[in-house]
């Protein structure tokens, strides 16, 4: 008796795990929630950006520590460029443009995170 490469069991399994996943992202990654990015300098919130609602791309100046940093904003994402802190870390992190993703710059003490706008729920938290 030949038997076939696949069951009609193991298909039915394939095609509900490939339910679940597009379920899955179409549920998360499909979401209508605005970024909003929070830049903190010294631990105290400087500015909050909706990244979502960027038309044009720009970039902040902010002292601190004696030097400055400079971010470049722009439609859904945000992260350091051309900084002047000593050891220039903080840039190898790049454009951030997911929620939770941050940056930080420990020598000017200036750091940038993406949250989702609308609710402090996330995937993670619950």
């Given amino acids: 008796m030949k038997r076939s490469l696949i069951n009609k069991k193991e298909i039915g399994i394939i095609v509900l795990v490939?339910?679940?996943?597009c379920s899955i992202f179409l549920y998360y990654g499909t979401s209508n929630d605005a970024?909003?990015?929070?830049?903190?300098?010294?631990?105290?919130?400087?500015?909050?950006?909706?990244?979502?609602e960027e038309k044009n791309e720009y970039i902040?100046?902010?002292?601190?520590?004696?030097?400055?940093?400079?971010?470049?904003?722009s439609f859904n994402s945000i992260?350091?460029?051309?900084?002047?802190?000593?050891d220039g870390i903080c840039e190898n992190a790049g454009m951030l443009t997911s929620n939770l993703q941050t940056a930080v710059c420990l020598p000017l003490k200036v750091s940038i995170t993406i949250k989702k706008g609308g609710s402090d729920l996330d995937i993670i938290s619950g």
């Fill in 79 to 86: 992260g350091f460029i051309n900084h002047e802190c000593p």
């Fill in 18 to 21: 490939l339910l679940a996943c």
């Fill in 35 to 52: 970024k909003i990015a929070e830049i903190t300098v010294n631990g105290s919130v400087y500015r909050t950006i909706n990244l979502s």
């Fill in 60 to 73: 902040i100046d902010i002292p601190s520590q004696g030097k400055t940093a400079h971010i470049k904003v």
